[in-house]
């Protein structure tokens, strides 16, 4: 059974940073893309950033590009991704998914609240 | 950027009827649209994929097609566990984008 469980949410002040983590299991992690997705309070799905299976090629929405680093440890099938400069936009639930360009696995998120 | 427009916003429909939703891209996205179903306080499920392609366990009411820049999710006879949010997704180009959302209320 594929499982997909996201950490390191929270409330961060308005230029702090945050790391959250995404732990699988059940599918082979080294190979496959993956993805970090987010949704704001109330609103629709936004696509976050993206990695390659090796980690050698990674994408950013433009809201987050510059602040955001994704990675991932394939030896501990886990993904990453480093969250700097937060604003108050940022604040919403964070979730990775497992990617075949759609996304057909999803983890059950972590809330990350920017705020003084 | 492929913008995505879902219509309905809302669509209230009763249970046993059948249920169209609608998903526009601003430029052809060659099939590759998915549609999810979400339900409050969980994450997105993934029912399609290649426009028409039911995801593993997605139950056969649930189909999906259309191509270019017109694609469309039909449930056929609606279900009380079928009331959800509905968001398609291209993954053509870069970056991925999401519809809106529709939401499927009971009548």
């Known amino acids: 059974e594929v499982q997909l469980l996201e950490s390191g949410g929270g409330l961060v002040q308005p230029g702090g940073s945050l790391r959250l983590s995404c732990a699988a299991s059940g599918f082979s992690f080294s190979i496959y893309s993956m993805t970090w997705l987010r949704q704001a309070p109330g609103k629709g799905l936004e696509w976050v950033s993206a990695i390659t299976d090796s980690g050698g090629k990674t994408s950013y929405a433009g809201s987050v590009k510059g602040r955001f680093t994704i990675s991932r440890d394939n030896s501990k099938n886990t993904l990453f991704l480093q969250m700097d400069s937060l604003r108050a936009e940022d604040t919403a639930v964070y979730y990775c998914?497992?990617?075949?360009?759609?996304?057909?696995?999803w983890g059950q998120g972590t809330l990350v609240t920017v705020s003084s | 950027e492929t913008v995505m427009t879902q219509s309905p916003a809302t669509l209230s429909v009763s249970p046993g009827e059948r249920a169209t939703l609608s998903c526009r891209a601003s430029?052809?996205?060659?099939?590759?649209l998915a549609w999810y179903q979400q339900k409050p306080g969980q994450a997105p499920r993934l029912l399609i994929y290649a426009a028409s392609t039911r995801a593993t366990g997605i139950p056969a009411r649930f189909s999906g097609s259309g191509s270019g820049t017109e694609y469309t999710l039909t449930i056929s006879s609606l279900q009380s566990e079928d009331f959800a949010v509905y968001s398609c997704?291209?993954?053509?180009?870069?970056?991925?984008?999401f519809g809106q959302g529709s939401k499927l209320e009971i009548k």
């Open positions: 430029q052809s996205v060659r099939s590759n």
């Open positions: 998914a497992k990617t075949q360009g759609y996304f057909d696995f």
């Open positions: 997704q291209q993954y053509y180009d870069w970056p991925r984008t």
